[in-house]
């Protein structure tokens, strides 16, 4: 096992050896990476629109990018699967709730209510 003060006389920062070896600015280590898989939870429903957004934006995002991507729902948030509501919610600064919705069918997104 690798003591901490021979790993400080390598004289190389953990962060740049990383950056160097795991692809970032280099493309080709990039893809060479498999896929994270994440699980985002939405807690929060139409009473908040803004919040209820998220998890729907950041998935489409993270899937976007490669990986594998699960919504789940819970309390609040269920209520978001009527069409009369995810049509009717508006966050503030973002598109409407239902293009949010739309692209996480669209991208064949799970969600679990």
Do not use: Y
């Amino acid at each position: 096992m690798t003591k901490r003060r021979d790993f400080l006389k390598q004289g190389t920062h953990v962060c740049a050896a990383l950056a160097a070896g795991a692809g970032v600015g280099n493309p080709n280590k990039a893809e060479a990476q498999e896929a994270q898989r994440f699980l985002l939870i939405g807690l929060v429903g139409s009473e908040n629109p803004t919040r209820a957004n998220f998890p729907f934006v950041w998935s489409a995002a993270l899937k976007d990018a490669g990986n594998d991507v699960r919504i789940e729902l819970a309390g609040d948030a269920s209520v978001l699967m009527r069409s009369a509501v995810s049509n009717s919610v508006t966050p503030v600064g973002w598109p409407p709730f239902r293009d949010a919705l739309a692209k996480v069918i669209e991208l064949k997104i799970p969600i679990f209510v």
